[in-house]
């Protein structure tokens, strides 16, 4: 079992940055694909970015890419996500999640919501404008 924990949400201004943290128990964390999904009201819960067991391999959705970054402390069991360049559209609950399969392809990184086993209860991220 795995439990998950995000912190590091708040209100910050477009064009601002921010950090979340997602804190996760068990000895299993460095064999776990991390991820960071998103939920804004009214709307499905999203993909934005995915990093495999080593940290050797990420990917971003596009509507993030070039600004957000995805990155682990397996020492800490902890997993990032550094948010720059901020829009009012990155308004929303951030959520962390694990994938404890281990896939044939060392460089595969799920991003549909099914693949994931495990979930934290998110953090807020407001961004004003």
């Known amino acids: 079992q795995v439990q998950l924990e995000e912190s590091g949400g708040g209100l910050v201004q477009a064009g601002g940055s921010l950090r979340l943290s997602c804190a996760a128990s068990?000895?299993?964390?460095?064999?776990?694909?991390m991820a960071w999904f998103r939920q804004a009201p009214g709307n499905e819960r999203e993909f934005v970015a995915a990093?495999?067991?080593?940290?050797?391999?990420?990917r971003s959705s596009d509507s993030v890419k070039g600004r957000f970054t995805i990155s682990r402390d397996n020492a800490r069991n902890t997993v990032f996500l550094q948010m720059n360049s901020l829009k009012p559209e990155d308004t929303a609950v951030y959520y962390c999640?694990?994938?404890?399969?281990?896939?044939?392809?060392?460089?595969?990184?799920?991003?549909?919501?099914?693949?994931?086993?495990?979930w934290g209860r998110g953090t807020q991220v407001t961004v004003s404008s």
């Open positions: 068990g000895r299993t964390f460095a064999s776990h694909i």
């Open positions: 990093i495999s067991g080593n940290g050797g391999t990420s």
């Open positions: 999640a694990a994938d404890e399969t281990i896939y044939s392809n060392i460089h595969f990184l799920p991003h549909g919501l099914w693949e994931y086993d495990y």
